[in-house]
């Protein structure tokens, strides 16, 4: 972390690098962090973070819109991970994909509770149309870091999968994020 905040703490960046990680405990949770009332060469450290971890966000999703996801698990898991892994709140994003399987948009259709989130499959299926998708990724995240899907998690995937089906669209997979990976419910064998 020293390095990343070299060009915005100098010679400092050791101790203010170690000064962040005592605050806050960890990168997570310097990202995650309400900076406003740090210090200024702190809160500077932070946004400079920040704004690095905004960079790889958008690099992971140029490699998205550059490959075909049907064969890359692996990518689709990091970006998952990535973007969604470490929210406190249960989110439902979905990846809409072309016909050559690469991203179009991701959406964050929901965001809920620790514990739980709801969403329309119709919103779902309306914005396949609106970004002319050809098929979907839907993902949701679990924040107490359990990665089984729930029995109502793979009963609403195969009633998403089923109205995917009915309108023509390929139901990819349903991923379950956790801050430390995910589980793709088409590789466990649920779908």
């Known amino acids: ?3 990343l905040i070299r060009p915005i703490a100098g010679h400092d960046s050791e101790q203010v690098a170690a000064e962040l990680i005592a605050t806050f ?3 997570r949770q310097i990202l995650n962090a309400d900076a ?3 210090p200024d060469r702190l809160r500077s450290s932070v946004n400079h973070l920040r704004q690095t971890e905004e960079l790889f966000s958008q690099l992971l999703r140029e490699q998205l819109q550059e490959t075909m996801l049907l064969d890359q698990p692996a990518l689709v898991e990091k970006y998952l991970t990535h973007e969604m892994g470490s929210l406190s709140v249960e989110q439902v994003r979905i990846l809409y994909l072309d016909s050559s399987y690469r991203l179009i948009k991701d959406y964050v259709a929901a965001s809920g509770t620790r514990w739980k989130v709801r969403v329309e499959i119709s919103k779902i299926l309306r914005k396949c149309i609106l970004f002319d998708a050809s098929a979907i990724i839907i993902a949701h995240n679990h ?3 359990r990665w089984k899907p729930t029995a109502k998690d793979i009963e609403s995937t195969h009633i998403l999968a089923e109205a995917s089906r009915m309108l023509s669209i390929e139901f990819i997979d ?3 994020v956790t801050e430390d990976g995910a589980l793709s419910m088409r590789a466990a064998g649920l779908l």
Request: no cysteine.
């Open 25 to 27: 405990g960890g990168l």
């Open 36 to 38: 406003s009332s740090l």
């Open 1 to 3: 972390m020293a390095a």
């Open 143 to 145: 924040p107490s870091s």
């Open 174 to 176: 349903h991923w379950i």
